[in-house]
Nanobody
Framework: QVQLVESGGGLVQDGGSLRLSCAAS????????MGWFRQAPGKEREFVAA????????YYATSVKGRFTISRDNAKNTVYLQMNSLKPEDAAVYYC?????????????????WGQGTQVTVSS
């Protein structure tokens, strides 16, 4: 079956960096658009970034543009999220997700597969 496994979360200071990874199995990874979402306590899950199957096109939420970078390695079936200049408001559980197609990529209900999430905590 399809599995998405995130790693790389942890505690970081305000202004610090983290790199999240999401390893996929059970699917033809290079066929899928991959996205990152996050959910903070008491808030709805929100879109963070997405990358098309080839890696040629990326999308970002306004709140993270210029600080976060999404990338993928199709040979390793892995998508990454490099997070720089982290702020306390970036603290959340981060999820990776996969889907076919690229329309409405900010909407979480268009994604077919989800990981279990990894916690990111930013101390001020």
């Amino acid at each position: 079956q399809v599995q998405l496994v995130e790693s790389g979360g942890g505690l970081v200071q305000d202004g610090g960096s983290l790199r999240l990874s999401c390893a996929a199995s059970g699917l033809t990874f290079s066929n899928y658009l991959m996205g990152w979402f996050r959910q903070a306590p008491g808030k709805e899950r929100e879109f963070v970034a997405a990358i098309v199957w080839s890696g040629a096109v990326t999308y970002y939420a306004t709140s993270v543009k210029g600080r976060f970078t999404i990338s993928r390695d199709n040979a390793k079936n892995t998508v990454y999220l490099q997070m720089n200049s982290l702020k306390p408001e970036d603290a959340a559980v981060y999820y990776c997700a996969g889907r076919y197609g690229s329309n409405r990529y900010t909407e979480d209900n268009t994604y077919s597969y989800w990981g279990q999430g990894t916690q990111v905590t930013v101390s001020s």
